[in-house]
């Protein structure tokens, strides 16, 4: 394979807008072309597989590259599947409720809240979400037998987050979405390491590798592949001096402009 390019996307600034919550026609088409030219296309995401609606699959991707790297899918074929045992995810859930953060515990078959009687805005946000998708976070947190792959969490000013960050830092990397909003996934996975386990199993070349994302926790992925993208709506605007290209903003048709810009189509 090694005439083929491949391409991986973030989906939240990235395929799918912030601002209209849809994916632009133009992105559809184009990734569906370069599949056609014989590239590879690939989603490398935070979300798990349960998060990821019909309608984004439906594009056509000839895989997926999940939870930050701990899940990778080809030709509908699991590849990897991290999770974590349930000692460790204890050890989460116990410091996340002692520590008063609202914790979203995610794998792929499952989502979890911690009560959601005492979810914060931002979370009951996301709670709310799942319901009205049709998908109910009824999974019992305290049960022996759950599990779950990574975590987000939600601090607040009660919140006793240098404890919590303590005790679960042997087991994951905490990426900073934002002073009040933090991603948790397993120490060794990322979007980088997904992307390197790919390459390998495809037998494709790094400098045929290209990634597009826009915000902080795309950063593993775009420092790895030496063609790094930018979505033009990326925040914080200091991502623009991180990589190789910046293009258009989603609603600018930007990943259309990508794919032409390095001749996928």
């Given at each position: 394979m090694?005439?083929t390019?491949?391409?991986?996307?973030?989906i939240?600034?990235t395929?799918?807008s912030?601002?209209?919550?849809?994916?632009?026609?133009?992105a559809?088409?184009?990734?569906?072309?370069?599949r056609?030219?014989g590239?590879?296309?690939?989603?490398n995401?935070?979300?798990?597989l349960n998060?990821?609606?019909?309608?984004?699959?439906?594009i056509?991707f000839?895989?997926?590259?999940?939870?930050?790297?701990?899940?990778?899918?080809?030709?509908?074929?699991?590849?990897?599947?991290i999770?974590?045992?349930?000692?460790?995810?204890?050890?989460?859930?116990?410091?996340?409720?002692s520590?008063?953060?609202?914790?979203?515990?995610?794998?792929?078959?499952?989502?979890?809240?911690?009560?959601?009687?005492?979810?914060?805005?931002s979370a009951?946000?996301?709670?709310?979400?799942?319901?009205?998708?049709?998908?109910?976070?009824?999974?019992?947190?305290l049960?022996?037998?759950?599990f779950?792959d990574?975590?987000?969490?939600w601090?607040?000013?009660?919140s006793?987050?240098?404890?919590f960050?303590?005790?679960?830092s042997?087991?994951?990397v905490?990426?900073?979405?934002?002073?009040?909003?933090?991603?948790?996934?397993?120490?060794?996975?990322?979007?980088a390491?997904g992307?390197?386990?790919?390459?390998?199993?495809?037998?494709?070349p790094?400098?045929?590798?290209?990634?597009?994302?826009?915000?902080?926790n795309?950063?593993p992925?775009?420092?790895?592949v030496?063609?790094?993208i930018a979505m033009?709506n990326?925040?914080?605007?200091?991502?623009?001096?991180?990589?190789?290209?910046?293009?258009?903003?989603?609603e600018?048709d930007?990943?259309?402009?990508?794919?032409?810009?390095?001749h996928f189509?």
């Amino acid at each position: 394979m090694t005439d083929t390019k491949i391409m991986f996307f973030d989906i939240d600034g990235t395929l799918l807008s912030e601002e209209t919550k849809q994916i632009p026609e133009s992105a559809i088409r184009s990734i569906r072309q370069a599949r056609t030219n014989g590239h590879k296309m690939f989603i490398n995401t935070g979300r798990c597989l349960n998060n990821i609606d019909s309608y984004i699959l439906d594009i056509g991707f000839d895989g997926l590259i999940c939870a930050c790297g701990t899940h990778i899918i080809y030709n509908n074929q699991d590849l990897l599947y991290i999770t974590q045992p349930p000692e460790i995810c204890s050890i989460v859930v116990n410091y996340g409720l002692s520590c008063h953060l609202d914790v979203v515990f995610e794998a792929r078959t499952h989502i979890g809240f911690t009560p959601v009687e005492t979810l914060r805005p931002s979370a009951y946000e996301l709670y709310k979400s799942c319901i009205d998708r049709g998908f109910i976070p009824d999974m019992d947190i305290l049960s022996k037998d759950f599990f779950f792959d990574k975590f987000v969490v939600w601090i607040e000013e009660n919140s006793d987050f240098p404890t919590f960050l303590n005790a679960v830092s042997p087991y994951f990397v905490c990426i900073d979405r934002s002073d009040s909003f933090k991603e948790f996934v397993p120490r060794g996975y990322s979007k980088a390491s997904g992307i390197q386990f790919l390459l390998n199993k495809l037998n494709i070349p790094l400098n045929h590798a290209y990634a597009v994302g826009d915000s902080n926790n795309d950063l593993p992925m775009l420092e790895y592949v030496p063609n790094s993208i930018a979505m033009g709506n990326s925040q914080p605007v200091s991502l623009f001096e991180k990589v190789r290209y910046v293009t258009r903003s989603v609603e600018e048709d930007g990943i259309e402009h990508a794919l032409q810009h390095f001749h996928f189509i």
